[in-house]
């Protein structure tokens, strides 16, 4: 195969840590420190009245928002990737070198 | 590309060396390509047909008499209830204002059907991709299901479709491989990113 080795800008490298980086904070990151901090499960325990006898460390709130903001980072990358290649049309093949292919 | 002959022991198989540089790291692999195309189209099958499906089986009043039609109604202002405050806030508006609700109504079997066509047949399959993820970015936190952990269906839906979208699934057995070859798209090669 071809070598695809291409140079990305600071906008692709923010994409990638940040995006990236957001999703596995709320998913891995505090799922461990969930695991074993307090109750184990994402959710609130309730006892058979239907009360909460447990909540987890890290709320739906906190967690949800976090890997929201993370899938938001790539949705905006998407977008800018659509429109920085309408602007300059030549970066499209240089930059991504997935010349279409059979 | 070239031909490996894995340890001597005569097995050829074709095999693709990528090499580039993660985040300044620099990254050399070796990969099937016959695999690797397989496994992309398997992929943008079985995510095309679970969308075809979902938008399908809200149409389904139209030949079953039983079937209801789709209302979204119920999920937004009762099923959203364990979301993010600020998502929960804006589905139930959304839900309870008629207008909005009678556009989700219409919006999600049609477009969770034409993103599964797109995907299916690998035609826009970049632009499919993109608002497959975007509606399930809302099941996944609407819904909240999250009684599993968060690494649940739907965020494993949105990965999915952000693959198919670096891949360019649409151009290996899809309508885009053909598409991405036409002079329009050579001349206008942004039009790639909704292709490909």
Same mark, same amino acid.
């Given at each position: 195969?071809?070598?695809?080795?291409?140079?990305?800008?600071? $906008?692709?490298?923010?994409?990638?840590?940040?995006?990236?980086?957001?999703?596995?904070?709320?998913?891995? $990151?505090?799922?461990?420190?969930?695991?074993?901090?307090?109750?184990?499960?994402?959710?609130? $325990?309730?006892?058979?009245?239907?009360?909460? $006898?447990?909540?987890?460390?890290?709320?739906?709130?906190?967690?949800?928002?976090?890997?929201?903001?993370?899938?938001?980072?790539?949705?905006?990358?998407?977008?800018?990737?659509?429109?920085?290649?309408?602007?300059?049309?030549?970066?499209?093949?240089?930059?991504?070198?997935?010349?279409?292919?059979? | 590309?070239?031909?490996?002959?894995?340890?001597?022991?005569?097995?050829?198989?074709?095999?693709?060396?990528?090499?580039?540089?993660?985040?300044?790291?620099?990254?050399?692999?070796?990969?099937?390509?016959?695999?690797?195309?397989?496994?992309?189209?398997?992929?943008?099958?079985?995510?095309?047909?679970?969308?075809?499906?979902?938008g399908l089986e809200k149409y389904a009043n139209l030949w079953y008499a039983?079937a209801e039609a789709f209302?979204?109604?119920?999920?937004?202002?009762?099923?959203?209830?364990?979301?993010?405050?600020?998502?929960?806030?804006?589905?139930?508006?959304?839900?309870?204002?008629?207008?909005?609700?009678?556009?989700?109504?219409?919006?999600?079997p049609?477009?969770?059907l034409?993103?599964?066509?797109?995907?299916?047949?690998?035609?826009?399959?970049?632009?499919?991709?993109?608002?497959?993820?975007?509606?399930?970015?809302?099941?996944?936190?609407?819904?909240?299901?999250?009684?599993?952990?968060?690494?649940?269906?739907?965020?494993?839906?949105?990965?999915?479709?952000?693959?198919?979208?670096?891949?360019?699934?649409?151009?290996?057995?899809?309508?885009?491989?053909?598409?991405?070859?036409?002079?329009?798209?050579?001349?206008?090669?942004?039009?790639?990113?909704?292709?490909?």
């Amino acid at each position: 195969m071809s070598n695809t080795d291409t140079e990305l800008g600071p $906008v692709d490298t923010f994409a990638m840590v940040v995006g990236g980086g957001l999703v596995l904070l709320g998913t891995v $990151v505090l799922g461990l420190l969930d695991t074993f901090i307090g109750n184990p499960y994402p959710l609130p $325990v309730l006892n058979e009245a239907g009360e909460v $006898v447990a909540s987890p460390t890290f709320s739906v709130e906190i967690r949800g928002t976090i890997i929201a903001l993370g899938l938001a980072v790539f949705a905006l990358y998407a977008v800018y990737k659509l429109f920085a290649a309408i602007v300059s049309p030549e970066t499209v093949a240089t930059a991504e070198g997935d010349v279409p292919t059979r | 590309m070239r031909l490996d002959d894995q340890e001597g022991l005569g097995v050829r198989q074709m095999v693709d060396t990528l090499e580039t540089t993660l985040l300044g790291r620099p990254v050399r692999f070796e990969l099937s390509g016959p695999w690797t195309s397989y496994m992309v189209v398997f992929t943008r099958l079985l995510v095309g047909w679970w969308f075809v499906y979902a938008g399908l089986e809200k149409y389904a009043n139209l030949w079953y008499a039983p079937a209801e039609a789709f209302d979204a109604s119920g999920w937004l202002l009762h099923g959203t209830a364990g979301a993010p405050g600020w998502l929960h806030g804006f589905l139930v508006w959304a839900g309870s204002t008629g207008w909005l609700l009678a556009a989700t109504n219409y919006a999600i079997p049609l477009g969770e059907l034409l993103i599964g066509l797109g995907v299916l047949f690998g035609f826009a399959t970049r632009l499919a991709a993109f608002f497959g993820a975007f509606l399930l970015f809302f099941f996944y936190l609407g819904s909240a299901d999250f009684t599993n952990g968060y690494v649940n269906g739907n965020l494993l839906g949105i990965i999915l479709f952000m693959q198919l979208i670096v891949f360019g699934a649409g151009r290996i057995w899809g309508v885009d491989g053909y598409l991405e070859r036409t002079g329009f798209v050579r001349n206008h090669p942004w039009t790639r990113y909704l292709l490909g």
